[in-house]
């Protein structure tokens, strides 16, 4: 039986493989037990680990450290791909205030640790750690227990940092949720009054694409070809879809030599900001259902076409020709639930949505071009994966010197892969990587690395726990709560007050500043609508940048 007690207690490959699913199952399956309608999800891995470590499980160091890093870097780069597409649309014109409300949160929270620390004089690295935990965000603990193995930090101030998280984290959860049931309170929340003010904004985004129907009244344009109208916006950015003559009483594919008459009828894809500017300068809007511009018997229909063929992906849609060549639309491209205006200059990307009218040989044609075969998005482009990961390591190695700072500064194995990740799937596609992932996909990534990377924490910091804790390491739960809480009533207070936030946005935002899902499923349970999801989304890429460089820059300037 001596194979059973080597496979247990041992420290062979066998040993910690069955080790790390024992701990990854049971904390997965005790993770969805709700506590007050809150679970705390694939966190309770780390006290499963720290426990079986208190009673001597564990693992080879230097498989522990592998699996430990391996796992937060593709936990990691999988955030980035994620949140790549959208990081930079995330500043334009609302975004702005919304990003703003949440970088003084992370900003907030990081001078109250620094404060605590100068008041009790915990050790900064405990702080951090404390911190990471108190604002749910696993990823900065990853950079900053990096950050200080770099700089050579001992293994017991690390595995202390996983402490600090541990004790602070389920208060912390707690602490983001009584802060938006207070903001609530002070300011009286009306939630129909909300939800209609949310809708009334809705209406008013002025980045996506919608349709209209114009008719042409201005002399100017009458008897001008399309292309000769266009020529007459050059800053905006539109298509003329369909054609409805007054003369014939026909409606017809629009193209580039269709010549405008008076009374004519077109229908126009463009992008809300436009729609003033371009009515004034065309004629009159009307009253039109889009199925009334299909007259029955018609020849042309309207297919949605997904982009797979890999030759396509970073194509600008104006050098595909479809319109030439196969003689129909393209009037615009869903992105990631987003409709965007098909202009010549729009790259193409895999998975993207592309709405196309035309007859059916026509349509069939540009099916060919674009691919339109779910069954390739299904594998996964490891190349580009493993490419973004070597790329983001080396990147994270790189020094760079900060003046007044006598440790020269790294991204790390969090930073570094973040980064890259990041631009890899905001512009690989220009230069013909392929960067789509299913959603199940990249979920998949980083749920293995999340696990993979609590589960080595929680044995690493399992020895000393309880001792610690009992020697002082319950007020750590108290500091954690101020970390949590102050900064974020701060910033609800003023994003409410100051800038108008909506509530259901802002405690999206709350929630965002936090990268803490199960706060975001608490802010939707509040409402059918779906501000709260839009402004997590929000604030999300940015928030998850600045979390892991604050904790690796507290690390380097103040340890």
Same mark, same amino acid.
């Given at each position: 039986?001596?194979?059973?007690?080597?496979?247990?207690?041992?420290?062979?490959?066998?040993?910690?493989?069955?080790?790390?699913?024992?701990?990854?199952?049971?904390?997965?399956?005790?993770?969805?037990?709700?506590?007050?309608?809150?679970?705390?999800?694939?966190?309770?891995?780390?006290?499963?680990?720290?426990?079986?470590?208190?009673?001597?499980?564990?693992?080879?160091?230097?498989?522990?450290?592998?699996?430990?890093?391996?796992?937060?870097?593709?936990?990691? +780069?999988?955030?980035?791909?994620?949140?790549?597409?959208?990081?930079?649309?995330?500043?334009?014109?609302?975004?702005?205030?919304?990003?703003?409300?949440?970088?003084?949160?992370?900003?907030?929270?990081?001078?109250?640790?620094?404060?605590?620390?100068?008041?009790?004089?915990?050790?900064?690295?405990?702080?951090?750690?404390?911190?990471?935990?108190?604002?749910?965000?696993?990823?900065?603990?990853?950079?900053?227990?990096?950050?200080?193995?770099?700089?050579?930090?001992?293994?017991?101030?690390?595995?202390?940092?996983?402490?600090?998280?541990?004790?602070?984290?389920?208060?912390?959860?707690?602490?983001?949720?009584?802060?938006?049931?207070?903001?609530?309170?002070?300011? @009286?929340?009306?939630? @129909?009054?909300?939800?209609?003010? +949310?809708?009334?904004?809705?209406?008013?985004?002025?980045?996506?694409?919608?349709?209209?129907?114009?008719?042409?009244?201005?002399?100017?344009?009458?008897?001008?070809?399309?292309?000769?109208?266009?020529?007459?916006?050059?800053?905006?950015?539109?298509?003329?879809?369909?054609?409805?003559?007054?003369?014939?009483?026909?409606?017809?594919?629009?193209?580039?030599?269709?010549?405008?008459?008076?009374?004519?009828?077109?229908?126009?894809?463009?992008?809300?900001?436009?729609?003033?500017?371009?009515?004034?300068?065309?004629?009159?809007?009307?009253?039109?259902?889009?199925?009334?511009?299909?007259?029955?018997?018609?020849?042309?229909?309207?297919?949605?076409?997904?982009?797979?063929?890999?030759?396509?992906?970073?194509?600008?849609?104006?050098?595909?020709?479809?319109? @030439?060549?196969?003689?129909?639309?393209?009037?615009?491209?869903?992105?990631?639930?987003?409709?965007?205006?098909?202009?010549?200059?729009?790259?193409?990307?895999?998975?993207?949505?592309?709405?196309?009218?035309?007859?059916?040989?026509?349509?069939?044609?540009?099916?060919?071009?674009?691919?339109?075969?779910?069954?390739?998005?299904?594998?996964?482009?490891?190349?580009?994966?493993?490419?973004?990961?070597?790329?983001?390591?080396?990147?994270?190695?790189?020094?760079?010197?900060?003046?007044?700072?006598?440790?020269?500064?790294?991204?790390?194995?969090?930073?570094?892969?973040?980064?890259?990740?990041?631009?890899?799937? @905001?512009?690989?596609?220009?230069?013909? +990587?392929?960067?789509?992932?299913?959603?199940?996909?990249?979920?998949?990534?980083?749920?293995?690395?999340?696990?993979?990377?609590?589960?080595?924490?929680?044995?690493?910091?399992?020895?000393?726990?309880?001792?610690?804790?009992?020697?002082?390491?319950? !007020?750590?739960?108290?500091?954690?709560?101020?970390?949590?809480?102050?900064?974020?009533?701060?910033?609800?207070?003023?994003?409410?007050?100051?800038?108008?936030?909506?509530?259901?946005?802002?405690?999206?935002?709350?929630?965002? !500043?936090?990268?803490?899902?199960?706060?975001?499923?608490?802010?939707?349970?509040?409402?059918?609508?779906?501000?709260?999801?839009?402004?997590?989304?929000?604030?999300?890429?940015?928030?998850?940048?600045?979390?892991?460089?604050?904790?690796?820059?507290?690390?380097?300037?103040?340890?």
């Amino acid at each position: 039986m001596d194979w059973i007690n080597d496979l247990i207690w041992g420290h062979g490959i066998g040993h910690s493989v069955l080790l790390l699913g024992v701990i990854i199952s049971l904390g997965l399956l005790l993770g969805k037990i709700k506590i007050f309608g809150v679970s705390l999800g694939a966190t309770f891995i780390l006290f499963v680990g720290i426990i079986l470590g208190h009673f001597g499980m564990g693992m080879d160091d230097n498989l522990v450290h592998f699996l430990r890093d391996f796992g937060l870097i593709l936990f990691i +780069f999988a955030i980035g791909m994620k949140v790549g597409p959208g990081f930079f649309s995330s500043f334009k014109e609302g975004g702005v205030t919304l990003n703003g409300l949440a970088v003084g949160v992370v900003l907030l929270g990081a001078i109250t640790a620094l404060v605590i620390h100068w008041i009790t004089d915990i050790p900064v690295a405990t702080m951090v750690g404390i911190m990471s935990g108190a604002v749910t965000n696993t990823p900065g603990l990853g950079a900053a227990q990096q950050a200080l193995k770099d700089m050579g930090g001992e293994t017991s101030v690390i595995d202390t940092m996983a402490m600090g998280y541990a004790v602070a984290y389920p208060l912390g959860v707690i602490g983001i949720i009584l802060t938006m049931i207070v903001v609530k309170s002070v300011f @009286k929340i009306d939630f @129909k009054k909300e939800e209609a003010e +949310f809708d009334e904004l809705a209406k008013e985004d002025h980045n996506s694409a919608t349709a209209i129907s114009l008719q042409v009244e201005n002399p100017a344009i009458c008897g001008k070809t399309i292309r000769e109208v266009k020529t007459l916006f050059p800053d905006r950015d539109f298509v003329i879809s369909r054609h409805w003559s007054v003369e014939t009483n026909e409606i017809t594919l629009a193209n580039p030599d269709t010549v405008l008459k008076p009374n004519d009828k077109i229908f126009v894809i463009l992008k809300a900001s436009d729609t003033d500017t371009i009515t004034a300068q065309i004629g009159k809007q009307i009253s039109m259902e889009r199925q009334q511009w299909v007259r029955p018997g018609s020849t042309f229909v309207n297919r949605r076409i997904v982009v797979t063929k890999p030759e396509v992906n970073g194509k600008r849609l104006g050098s595909l020709a479809l319109r @030439k060549i196969y003689g129909c639309n393209i009037t615009r491209v869903q992105r990631a639930g987003v409709d965007l205006l098909a202009s010549r200059e729009l790259i193409l990307q895999l998975g993207d949505t592309v709405s196309v009218v035309g007859t059916e040989a026509s349509i069939a044609g540009v099916e060919s071009k674009l691919g339109n075969s779910m069954r390739r998005l299904y594998h996964p482009n490891l190349a580009t994966i493993f490419i973004g990961i070597a790329v983001g390591v080396i990147f994270g190695s790189i020094p760079f010197t900060i003046p007044g700072v006598p440790q020269p500064f790294k991204l790390g194995l969090a930073g570094g892969p973040l980064i890259i990740a990041i631009l890899l799937a @905001k512009f690989g596609p220009r230069f013909g +990587f392929a960067t789509y992932t299913t959603q199940s996909a990249n979920l998949m990534l980083s749920e293995i690395g999340i696990s993979l990377f609590l589960a080595c924490v929680g044995i690493k910091a399992g020895d000393g726990f309880v001792d610690t804790v009992a020697n002082g390491g319950y !007020s750590w739960i108290g500091y954690g709560f101020i970390i949590t809480f102050l900064p974020l009533l701060i910033m609800g207070i003023v994003g409410r007050k100051f800038f108008k936030v909506n509530y259901f946005t802002l405690t999206g935002i709350i929630a965002g !500043s936090h990268t803490d899902p199960p706060a975001l499923a608490y802010a939707n349970s509040l409402t059918a609508k779906d501000a709260p999801a839009v402004g997590y989304a929000t604030v999300y890429p940015l928030t998850m940048f600045f979390r892991v460089l604050i904790a690796e820059l507290m690390v380097l300037l103040f340890v």
